[in-house]
């Protein structure tokens, strides 16, 4: 049987997942939504990691066993929903800059 959450998410992996995450949201130009949806729902956090885990064996054959175990992981700590907030507000305004440079008025 799969060992959900045996260890803890070390800095390396919490890094990547970061910034997989928001750079798939800044790919489909979503960071606005995201972030407004990540604020609303920081105090949730835990519970939705824990969703996440009672909804497994749904989610697995999609994503797979361990990306949703490290994404539930990653779930878990608010500080976490913090740092990719601020990497999708920093990526947002990134974006705008270069439009603004592209697109002189």
Same mark, same amino acid.
């Given at each position: 049987?799969?060992?959900?959450?045996k &260890?803890?998410?070390? &800095?390396?992996?919490?890094?990547?997942?970061l %910034? !997989?995450?928001a %750079?798939e949201?800044?790919?489909?130009k979503?960071?606005?939504p995201?972030?407004l949806f $990540?604020?609303?729902? !920081?105090?949730?956090?835990?519970v939705? /990691?824990?969703?996440?885990?009672? @909804?497994?064996p @749904?989610l +697995?054959?999609f994503?797979g @066993?361990?990306? +949703?175990?490290?994404?539930?992981?990653l779930?878990?700590d608010? =500080?976490?929903i &913090?740092?990719?907030? =601020?990497? $999708? %507000? !920093?990526?947002? !305004?990134? /974006?705008?800059?270069? &439009?603004? =440079?592209?697109?002189?008025?």
């Amino acid at each position: 049987m799969f060992d959900l959450w045996k &260890e803890a998410l070390n &800095e390396e992996d919490r890094d990547r997942l970061l %910034e !997989k995450a928001a %750079e798939e949201i800044s790919k489909r130009k979503l960071e606005t939504p995201a972030i407004l949806f $990540l604020e609303m729902h !920081k105090p949730l956090a835990y519970v939705g /990691s824990h969703a996440a885990l009672a @909804f497994s064996p @749904f989610l +697995v054959p999609f994503m797979g @066993f361990d990306a +949703v175990n490290d994404y539930s992981r990653l779930l878990s700590d608010r =500080q976490n929903i &913090e740092r990719l907030i =601020q990497m $999708l %507000e !920093k990526s947002a !305004k990134g /974006s705008s800059t270069e &439009e603004a =440079q592209c697109n002189p008025s």
